[in-house]
């Protein structure tokens, strides 16, 4: 089959290209990013998925299938920019894979589209409303492209659409929001709080993209891999010591002493936790996940072990 | 930290909950936070409130199953000793999970141990979760209207809640009624002062003659009756689901007045 991956030079849509080659596909790769170390056969285009030329590689390459990836969660870029590639790029996707023809489009989406608060349920169902716009706001134009993907599945019948919304990943490949806030040697957590934290390797979510494409997936569906654990237990199991601090004092010294810039909204997602139920997608798709928690964490502190003091 | 009681930790090994190699349940419940809290409430269970049971061979020894019981003033040590009869005196134990207030889990530390030791917020959600995993759960269908009973109010039953009717007609699952005895007394609260419950974050701070309310230690009694089953969905009229509440109710009343007059009859 021949399948299109935006945003394809991220790590983790580099693993979901290297198996769909493995299983046989071709692969044409969309990055304004260049993929250096990109096996031959994948075939890439420098382009912004906003632009002209990326209309292009839709209209000569013909896909079967599309799977978007590109959409960016980094909080530091927040941005006009942001919105315009979370926003207008989705819309591009799905417009560009009507019109030319693909059969399937796979939208990659996050599990923290339900947002963290004290009063939310533990593992989510696909029905519950994004809380997300209410709980971090600075997540909002995340929840806006999920809910326009899921649009396609009324508005364009013809083109399968597959939403999934991934928990964190963890793995060698050391990128997500879950292990960026690992990295150091303490991790800043808030004192009298010690939410659960749901995570999968980066192999286990390129199985469960290919597994998606293998069976035509249509609708909306959480992914997840094995059970969540406290952020204080993958902390120590990552060989890193927590730095609890009061909540007040937390809020005083983001950005500051070496503290990660994050906005006001994620304090919620390291008070409380976000965890999905991915029983559905686990039946309609037979997804069982290979690493479990050790060797998700093993894997990450492997390649990025403890910093060493300065 | 507790030092965690060896027997006590060897009654959480044999919990039937499916813990992963780190000691951690699904929901992030942990067997160390179970066993240092049971460590600290097998204290009270057994020599402050001294607490005695009736008819616990009515509770379930496995699958899903509601505790329903009447509060009784001040705060909820009637739940806390509920919870601990059902991991001391069951065999295997059991986890009971109580349906908490929504400001417990925006306290910090008790948004921890709430979350470590299975007492999760009081959602719908969350209850028919844990019901359709097997898991036993506490409710107190009076909620905070119960705790907030005054001291000669103590042996009263304000207004039940529906929702937990609904739930287990639509989970299928056997009530067994519960009537707790001695809560009151042990914290006689002669107003809940509001004020101090906005500084700190609940919905009010019971006060007794001698201002703080420290439990004092009373004897209490948990008097279990028989598993009761309700046929239907959950999505019945309310009329329906207010006669299988009014029900449960009388049964906890009736359990709570047999309890009284024991005592009595004792005394005189």
């Known amino acids: ?310 | 930290m507790i030092p965690i009681d060896p027997g006590i930790k060897e009654r959480v090994d044999h919990l039937a909950l499916p813990f992963n190699r780190y000691g951690y349940d699904p929901y992030g419940i942990s067997k160390r936070h179970v066993a240092e809290m049971f460590t600290g409430l097998s204290f009270f269970y057994r020599r402050y409130f001294r607490v005695k049971t009736h008819g616990i061979a009515n509770v379930p020894r496995a699958g899903r199953v509601m505790l329903i019981g009447n509060h009784s003033g001040g705060y909820a040590i009637d739940g806390a000793m509920l919870i601990t009869s059902m991991f001391l005196e069951l065999d295997p134990p059991r986890l009971a999970q109580g349906m908490a207030e929504k400001f417990i889990n925006r306290v910090p530390m008790a948004s921890l141990w709430s979350s470590r030791t299975g007492q999760f917020t009081g959602l719908p959600e969350t209850a028919e979760r844990l019901l359709e995993d097997d898991r036993m759960l506490m409710v107190f269908p009076e909620g905070a209207r119960g705790t907030a009973k005054l001291y000669w109010e103590r042996h009263s039953l304000v207004e039940f809640g529906t929702g937990f009717l609904r739930l287990a007609m639509k989970t299928r699952t056997p009530i067994v009624p519960v009537g707790i005895l001695g809560g009151g007394e042990a914290i006689p609260s002669v107003v809940n002062s509001k004020f101090l419950g906005r500084l700190v974050g609940a919905p009010y701070v019971p006060v007794t003659p001698y201002l703080v309310a420290v439990p004092l230690p009373v004897k209490m009694e948990l008097r279990f009756g028989e598993p009761m089953f309700f046929e239907g969905t959950g999505t019945e009229e309310d009329e329906v689901v207010l006669e299988g509440v009014e029900s449960v109710k009388s049964r906890v009343a009736s359990l709570m007045a047999d309890g009284l007059l024991e005592r009595e009859g004792g005394r005189g």
């Open chain 1, 1 to 310: 089959m021949r399948i299109l991956l935006t945003g394809i030079a991220s790590p983790v849509a580099q693993h979901v290209a290297r198996k769909l080659l493995a299983e046989g596909h071709s692969i044409i790769g969309i990055d304004r990013r260049p993929w250096t170390d990109a096996p031959p056969e994948v075939e890439m285009h420098a382009v912004d998925i906003r632009k002209r030329a990326a209309e292009d590689v839709f209209r000569k390459s013909r896909p079967e299938a599309v799977v978007h990836m590109a959409t960016v969660t980094h909080l530091r870029f927040r941005s006009e920019e942001r919105y315009r590639i979370n926003l207008g790029g989705t819309r591009a996707v799905f417009e560009y894979a009507h019109q030319y023809g693909a059969k399937h489009a796979v939208f990659v989406g996050r599990h923290t589209y339900y947002g963290a608060g004290s009063d939310h349920p533990l593992y989510h169902h696909e029905d519950d409303p994004p809380m997300a716009v209410t709980t971090f706001p600075e997540l909002a134009d995340l929840v806006a492209a999920d809910l326009y993907a899921c649009t396609s599945l009324w508005r364009v019948p013809t083109l399968t659409t597959a939403v999934l919304r991934i928990c964190y990943v963890l793995g060698p490949t050391g990128v997500g929001t879950l292990a960026a806030f690992l990295r150091g040697r303490r991790v800043p957590v808030i004192w009298g709080y010690d939410p659960l934290y749901q995570f999968m390797h980066e192999e286990d979510i390129a199985t469960a993209i290919s597994l998606s494409i293998q069976h035509r997936l249509r609708g909306v569906y959480n992914v997840a891999g094995p059970s969540p654990l406290p952020l204080s237990v993958v902390v120590r199991e990552s060989g890193r010591k927590i730095a609890p601090m009061p909540e007040v004092a937390f809020k005083a010294l983001l950005g500051r002493f070496g503290l990660p810039n994050l906005p006001p909204g994620a304090v919620q997602h390291i008070k409380y936790p976000v965890v999905v139920d991915s029983a559905p997608f686990r039946k309609v798709t037979g997804f069982v996940h290979a690493h479990d928690e050790q060797s998700c964490i093993r894997d990450f502190s492997r390649a990025f072990p403890v910093p060493s003091k300065r």
